[in-house]
Protein backbone atom coordinates (compact mmCIF):
# COMPACT_ATOMS: atom_id res chain seq x y z
CA UNK A 1 0.00 0.00 0.00
CA UNK A 2 1.25 3.61 -0.99
CA UNK A 3 1.29 6.50 1.67
CA UNK A 4 1.56 9.84 -0.17
CA UNK A 5 2.90 12.47 1.97
CA UNK A 6 3.43 16.16 1.23
CA UNK A 7 3.94 19.57 3.62
CA UNK A 8 1.53 22.76 3.91
CA UNK A 9 2.27 25.75 5.72
CA UNK A 10 0.16 28.96 6.48
CA UNK A 11 1.09 31.10 8.87
CA UNK A 12 3.67 29.79 11.49
CA UNK A 13 1.08 26.51 11.44
CA UNK A 14 2.75 23.73 9.76
CA UNK A 15 1.05 20.06 8.70
CA UNK A 16 2.55 16.86 7.47
CA UNK A 17 0.21 15.25 5.71
CA UNK A 18 -0.19 11.44 5.01
CA UNK A 19 -2.64 10.03 2.49
CA UNK A 20 -3.72 6.28 1.90
CA UNK A 21 -6.30 4.66 0.04
CA UNK A 22 -9.28 4.25 2.60
CA UNK A 23 -12.32 4.62 3.59
CA UNK A 24 -12.11 8.80 4.03
CA UNK A 25 -11.29 8.96 7.95
CA UNK A 26 -9.43 12.11 8.58
CA UNK A 27 -6.93 11.93 12.01
CA UNK A 28 -5.38 15.08 12.94
CA UNK A 29 -3.02 14.68 15.62
CA UNK A 30 -4.12 11.59 16.99
CA UNK A 31 -7.79 12.56 16.96
CA UNK A 32 -11.05 12.55 14.78
CA UNK A 33 -11.32 15.98 12.17
CA UNK A 34 -14.70 16.63 13.71
CA UNK A 35 -12.95 16.46 17.68
CA UNK A 36 -10.21 18.97 16.50
CA UNK A 37 -11.99 21.57 14.29
CA UNK A 38 -15.29 21.26 15.75
CA UNK A 39 -15.99 24.48 13.60
CA UNK A 40 -18.03 23.31 10.21
CA UNK A 41 -16.33 26.29 8.32
CA UNK A 42 -12.58 24.87 9.32
CA UNK A 43 -13.87 21.04 8.76
CA UNK A 44 -15.21 22.17 5.22
CA UNK A 45 -11.90 24.15 4.55
CA UNK A 46 -9.95 20.41 5.30
CA UNK A 47 -12.12 18.84 2.95
CA UNK A 48 -12.05 21.54 -0.08
CA UNK A 49 -9.76 19.24 -2.56
CA UNK A 50 -11.59 16.03 -2.02
CA UNK A 51 -15.21 17.82 -2.76
CA UNK A 52 -13.47 19.88 -5.91
CA UNK A 53 -12.50 16.55 -7.09
CA UNK A 54 -14.61 14.08 -5.69
CA UNK A 55 -12.51 11.67 -4.02
CA UNK A 56 -14.42 11.77 -0.70
CA UNK A 57 -14.47 8.35 0.74
CA UNK A 58 -11.20 7.66 -1.50
CA UNK A 59 -8.59 8.05 0.96
CA UNK A 60 -7.77 8.61 4.91
CA UNK A 61 -5.91 10.91 5.90
CA UNK A 62 -3.44 11.57 8.91
CA UNK A 63 -1.96 14.69 9.76
CA UNK A 64 0.65 16.17 12.35
CA UNK A 65 -0.37 19.62 12.98
CA UNK A 66 2.03 22.33 14.74
CA UNK A 67 2.25 25.84 15.19
CA UNK A 68 -0.28 28.44 14.66
CA UNK A 69 -3.80 29.17 14.87
CA UNK A 70 -6.91 27.20 13.89
CA UNK A 71 -7.28 29.15 10.79
CA UNK A 72 -3.63 28.67 9.84
CA UNK A 73 -3.53 25.08 10.68
CA UNK A 74 -6.98 24.07 8.90
CA UNK A 75 -5.39 26.02 5.36
CA UNK A 76 -1.98 24.20 6.44
CA UNK A 77 -3.67 20.95 5.73
CA UNK A 78 -5.86 22.15 3.13
CA UNK A 79 -2.42 22.99 1.41
CA UNK A 80 -0.96 19.53 2.05
CA UNK A 81 -3.40 17.09 0.93
CA UNK A 82 -3.48 19.14 -1.93
CA UNK A 83 -0.11 18.51 -2.77
CA UNK A 84 -0.21 15.26 -1.20
CA UNK A 85 -2.83 14.42 -4.21
CA UNK A 86 -1.01 15.95 -6.70
CA UNK A 87 2.10 13.52 -5.90
CA UNK A 88 -0.58 10.73 -6.04
CA UNK A 89 -1.79 12.23 -9.40
CA UNK A 90 0.00 15.22 -11.32
CA UNK A 91 -2.90 15.36 -13.60
CA UNK A 92 -5.07 16.93 -10.88
CA UNK A 93 -2.82 19.78 -10.42
CA UNK A 94 -4.59 22.05 -12.70
CA UNK A 95 -8.25 21.53 -11.41
CA UNK A 96 -6.53 22.51 -7.62
CA UNK A 97 -4.42 25.19 -8.99
CA UNK A 98 -7.31 26.95 -10.61
CA UNK A 99 -9.10 26.52 -7.05
CA UNK A 100 -6.53 28.15 -5.77
CA UNK A 101 -5.27 25.05 -3.71
CA UNK A 102 -1.61 25.09 -4.98
CA UNK A 103 -0.26 28.42 -3.54
CA UNK A 104 1.18 28.88 -0.36
CA UNK A 105 0.09 32.13 1.39
CA UNK A 106 2.80 33.44 2.33
CA UNK A 107 1.44 36.87 4.56
CA UNK A 108 2.84 36.07 7.83
CA UNK A 109 2.86 38.46 10.60
CA UNK A 110 4.76 41.83 10.15
CA UNK A 111 7.65 42.23 12.68
CA UNK A 112 7.01 44.89 15.35
CA UNK A 113 9.48 47.97 14.75
CA UNK A 114 11.50 50.19 17.82
CA UNK A 115 10.14 52.93 19.01
CA UNK A 116 6.37 51.61 18.40
CA UNK A 117 4.32 49.86 19.91
CA UNK A 118 3.23 47.69 17.00
CA UNK A 119 4.85 46.50 14.07
CA UNK A 120 3.11 50.49 12.33
CA UNK A 121 0.51 51.83 15.17
CA UNK A 122 2.34 55.02 16.97
CA UNK A 123 2.24 56.01 20.70
CA UNK A 124 -0.36 58.87 20.94
CA UNK A 125 1.33 62.28 19.94
CA UNK A 126 1.28 65.27 22.16
CA UNK A 127 1.81 68.68 20.47
CA UNK A 128 3.03 69.80 24.03
Known amino acids: MQVFNATGRRKSAVARVYLKPGSGAVVINGKALEEYFPSELLQ ?55 HGFMTRDSRTVERKKPGRPGARKRFQFSKR
Not at 76 to 90: C, I, P
Open 44 to 98: YVVRQPFQVLELAETFDVTVTLNGGGISGQAEAVRLGVSRALVEYNAELKPTLRA
